[in-house]
Antibody, heavy 121, light 110 residues
Framework: QVHLVQSGPEVKKPGASVKISCETSGYTFINYAIHWVRQAPGQSPEWMGWTNTDDGRTHYSQKFQGRVTITRDTFASTVYMQLNSLRSEDTAVYFC??????????????WGQGTLVTVSS | QSVLTQPPSASGTPGQRVTISCSGSRSNIGTNYVYWYQQLPGTAPNLLISRNNQRPSGVPDRFSGSKSGTSASLAISGLRSEDEADYYCASWDDSLSGHVFGSGTKVSVL
């Protein structure tokens, strides 16, 4: 069975960085891209970017370009998302989600359980 | 502000049929597949409809999707109390080179 398990909640001060992990299991890691999506309280999901887990290529939403970095560890079947220069508006639940193979445009399934990041002074 | 527009709410009594609309543009729905996600309170979104009208394994046939031009819709027939959730449409946007999501529709079962 396919599982995506994320790291626990984080509380950060404005200006700090956060790095969230997404550990995958139940399938061949390098055969499926991983996306990151966030959802602020009461808001709809917002796509942040994706990584090709085979060669490490990444693409980020213009909104987060320069502040976000997605990396992967193929030996640990884990993907990481780091967001820098945090501000209060970054308070949200962050999700990783698997693409249908290497097709980055496809439906995302399954999703990790989500990681709450709270940015507060 | 979301790229895809949905009505904020929809409701019906048990057994009724509810339809949710999703409006986009040529760069997203007009040229790419539409996906629908169901999100129960406090949980991650779950893929409900793939490629405009395909139900992933395990999704009841009470859920159906369609697409026409730059719009799409999700229909829930035989509404049940467990269908109370937020529903989001999504698509790939060629101009943004990324996924875009709808504004979300909260479905209530009266």
């Amino acid at each position: 069975q396919v599982h995506l398990v994320q790291s626990g909640p984080e509380v950060k001060k404005p200006g700090a960085s956060v790095k969230i992990s997404c550990e995958t299991s139940g399938y061949t890691f390098i055969n499926y891209a991983i996306h990151w999506v966030r959802q602020a309280p009461g808001q709809s999901p917002e796509w942040m970017g994706w990584t090709n887990t085979d060669d490490g290529r990444t693409h980020y939403s213009q909104k987060f370009q320069g502040r976000v970095t997605i990396t992967r560890d193929t030996f640990a079947s884990t993907v990481y998302m780091q967001l820098n220069s945090l501000r209060s508006e970054d308070t949200a639940v962050y999700f990783c989600a698997r693409a249908p193979g290497t097709m980055i445009r496809g439906g995302l399934d399954p999703w990790g359980q989500g990681t709450l990041v709270t940015v507060s002074s | 502000q979301s790229v895809l527009t949905q009505p904020p709410s929809a409701s019906g009594t048990p057994g009724q049929r509810v339809t949710i609309s999703c409006s986009g543009s040529r760069s997203n729905i007009g040229t790419n597949y539409v996906y629908w996600y169901q999100q129960l309170p406090g949980t991650a979104p779950n893929l409900l409809i793939s490629r405009n009208n395909q139900r992933p394994s395990g999704v009841p046939d009470r859920f159906s999707g369609s697409k026409s031009g730059t719009s799409a819709s999700l229909a829930i027939s035989g509404l049940r109390s467990e269908d109370e959730a937020d529903y989001y449409c999504a698509s790939w946007d060629d101009s943004l080179s990324g996924h875009v999501f709808g504004s979300g529709t909260k479905v209530s079962v009266l």
